[in-house]
């Protein structure tokens, strides 16, 4: 029916090509449009403003003779002030857009190791981008973005760098573990260095309380009880602890058997035994 009134309708983010007797005549805007056939007018194709996308996967070898899958995304659409050139200079702007990419690519992959392929993959990027901007314009399409996607070494080589990783991260924490166990040894020899300190502490002030209490006990006595020696004193104090232990043993539920001298002289005898001791330790001083 369009045909037969001589109108037609561009749908929005498009624009139609006019030919009149198969010359370039026209490129209408979106809406609706006379086309008079009868006088030689005709829509011959349309032409999408949108922002179209192409992935174009590229395989090349890197420095280290390692080969990789590059995986670019263009984003790119026709001007509108441009659309004849878009029409008429391209006849598959998809094989040509690829075509640059892969040049491009295969041209900057192989100055590089794998390791800075990844590391510099948007320095590739913005150099496709540029390669393209440069050599599409020319027909009327604008590159709206470029982006490396991916890049997929061989199967082998991907296991290979994981094992490498994995390697690195195990040695990493041995070392870490390595050195916690330093610190907690060191803490822990710390620890004890200052326990035995503060018990050598302890032991020395209780051996100075028991002398000067057995000292004060002495004086005491001697003042007291006229006529006694200091050895009387000893002795007797000798006998309590004496005394004293034997009660401890035996009110001790668990404890073990213990064989100990006993009997009227064995008082004597252990006086005798811790004196001699005392002597022979201040002789060998």
């Known amino acids: ?19 009149t007797f198969g010359k370039f005549d026209d490129v209408l805007e979106p809406g609706c449009h006379c086309v008079p056939w009868i006088f030689g007018s005709r829509l011959v194709g ?46 598959n702007t998809r094989a040509q857009i690829q075509a640059y990419v892969f040049d491009v690519i295969r041209a900057s992959v192989p100055k590089l190791n794998l390791d800075d392929v990844f590391e510099q993959k948007n320095e590739i990027a913005k150099s496709v981008e540029e390669e393209l901007e440069k050599a599409m314009s020319a027909y009327g399409y604008e590159i709206v973005q470029t982006l490396i996607v991916d890049i997929e070494p061989d199967e082998h080589v991907k296991r290979a760098m994981n094992e490498i990783n994995a390697a690195a991260r195990l040695r990493l924490a041995a070392t870490e573990k390595a050195e916690a166990e330093k610190i907690l040894q060191i803490k822990r020899a710390e620890g004890e260095a200052e326990s035995k300190y503060l018990s050598g502490l302890g032991i020395a002030r209780q051996r100075q309380a028991i002398v000067d209490g057995l000292r004060d006990s002495v004086l005491g006595f001697s003042v007291n009880v006229p006529g006694t020696t200091a050895k009387d004193v000893m002795d007797m104090v000798l006998v309590t602890q004496y005394f004293d232990t034997m009660k401890e043993i035996g009110a001790a539920s668990k404890s073990s058997a213990v064989f100990i001298p006993h009997g009227p002289g064995a008082v004597r005898d252990v006086a005798t035994q811790i004196r001699d001791g005392l002597l022979q330790g201040s002789a060998a001083t």
């Open 1 to 19: 029916m369009g045909n037969l009134l001589c109108l037609a309708q561009v749908d929005q983010s498009t624009v139609a090509i006019k030919e």
């Open 46 to 91: 349309y032409l999408t403003l949108r922002v179209q996308q192409l992935d174009v996967k590229c395989e090349t070898k890197t420095k280290d003779n390692v080969f990789v899958n590059v995986v670019a995304s263009i984003q790119y659409r026709a001007l509108s002030d441009k659309a004849s050139d878009a029409y008429y200079k391209l006849s």
